[in-house]
């Protein structure tokens, strides 16, 4: 079975410039997260959905930051603009609705704003 | 809130040695318990979880973890450690299963020959 795909693994843009990061979860995995790690800093929950919906997004840091899942099938993550501070490396995973295995992660996005 | 404490942020063992990398967590009743290792450039991989049962949970790599729910804890255990094993290692906690991931700082383990 595929795995999570993420694109681009990198990126490197100007503060004030838009990004969009795009996530493929695991086929038939109906929740998809988003995370990031800033550099020395801990692995930090942003969203959660489940399908299309949006079930947790307790962790976004503000409103420069758009999640959407389009059909319940992948995912985007739009920061618009970006500040220096959005920095690091974003990561994407999914996981089954049953109880069963854990959450695959994606090899993640490392984002860079200069 | 949840919260996961890893109070070894690094740690470094000889090729062979055992090891065991300390995990514990800050919650009410018996969360879902992860461990995830990230090698350099790579994602993160799944080593290990537990949700119920045995509390003597078997991974990938040889790695085994022991949950002990009086001491709140989880730790991470192999027995021969090989030079790749060399990454970051992360425990992690979830409230219920489907729900986010609360994850601990990350402890990175080195290994000389």
């Known amino acids: 079975e595929a795995g999570v795909t993420q694109f681009p693994s990198h990126s490197v843009i100007e503060k004030g410039q838009t990004v969009t990061l795009r996530c493929d979860p695991i086929?038939?995995?109906?929740?998809l997260y988003w995370y990031r790690r800033v550099m020395g800093k801990e692995i930090k929950f942003l969203l959660h959905?489940?399908?299309?919906?949006?079930?947790?997004e307790s962790g976004m840091p503000n409103n420069r930051f758009l999640a959407e899942r389009t059909g319940g099938t992948y995912s985007t993550l739009k920061v618009q603009p970006a500040e220096l501070e959005d920095s690091g490396v974003y990561f994407c995973?999914?996981?089954?609705?049953?109880?069963?295995?854990?959450?695959?992660f994606g090899s993640g996005t490392r984002l860079t704003v200069v | 809130a949840q919260s996961v404490t890893q109070p070894d942020i690094h740690i470094t063992v000889s090729e062979g040695a055992s090891l065991e990398l300390r995990c514990n967590y800050s919650?009410?009743?018996?969360?879902?318990l992860f461990w995830y290792v990230q090698s350099p450039g790579q994602g993160l991989q799944l080593l290990l979880k537990?949700?119920?049962?045995?509390?003597l949970v078997q991974g990938i790599k040889g790695f085994e973890a022991e949950f002990k729910r009086s001491q709140s804890s989880f730790n991470l255990r192999k027995p021969s450690v090989h030079w790749s094993d060399a990454a970051e290692y992360f425990c992690?906690?979830?409230?219920?299963?489907?729900?986010?991931?609360?994850f601990g700082a990350g402890t990175i383990l080195r290994v000389k020959s």
């Open positions: 992690a906690v979830a409230k219920e299963y489907g729900n986010k991931l609360v």
């Open positions: 086929s038939g995995h109906d929740n």
């Open positions: 919650y009410g009743a018996t969360p879902y």
């Open positions: 959905f489940v399908k299309e919906s949006k079930q947790d």
């Open positions: 537990y949700f119920s049962g045995d509390t």
């Open positions: 995973a999914s996981s089954q609705r049953s109880r069963g295995g854990g959450y695959t």
